[in-house]
Nanobody
Framework: QVQLVESGGGLVQVGDSLRLSCAASRPTLGRITMGWFRQAPGKEREFVAAVSRIGDSTIYADSVKGRFTISRDNAKNTVSLQMSSLNSEDTAVYYC?????????????????WGQGTQVTVSS
């Protein structure tokens, strides 16, 4: 069982940067693929970014390429999402997710464990 807790969300202005973090309750991060998803009111949950078990591969949604960076620190048991040039389309609840078997994936159905989410609101 993997317990995930997101943090770092908040209210920011258009063009600002924000860093989200995801912490695992026990030292299992190095064994699993990690991803970030988000869901805005009235919309379906969508893929944002993912990183492989040892951090040697990453994938991003087209909407965030060049603006968001996912990284992991297995020693600290954390995964981060550095977001820059934020706009209104980035407003959503952001979820950290983990999968114990896939190497890397952009599909929500692949992930077995999920955090409770952290709210990111971008205002003008």
């Amino acid at each position: 069982q993997v317990q995930l807790v997101e943090s770092g969300g908040g209210l920011v202005q258009v063009g600002d940067s924000l860093r989200l973090s995801c912490a695992a309750s026990r030292p299992t991060l190095g064994r699993i693929t990690m991803g970030w998803f988000r869901q805005a009111p009235g919309k379906e949950r969508e893929f944002v970014a993912a990183v492989s078990r040892i951090g040697d591969s990453t994938i991003y949604a087209d909407s965030v390429k060049g603006r968001f960076t996912i990284s992991r620190d297995n020693a600290k048991n954390t995964v981060s999402l550095q977001m820059s040039s934020l706009n209104s389309e980035d407003t959503a609840v952001y979820y950290c997710a983990a999968d114990v078997r896939s190497y890397i994936s952009a599909l929500a159905s692949t992930y077995e464990y999920w955090g409770q989410g952290t709210q990111v609101t971008v205002s003008s």
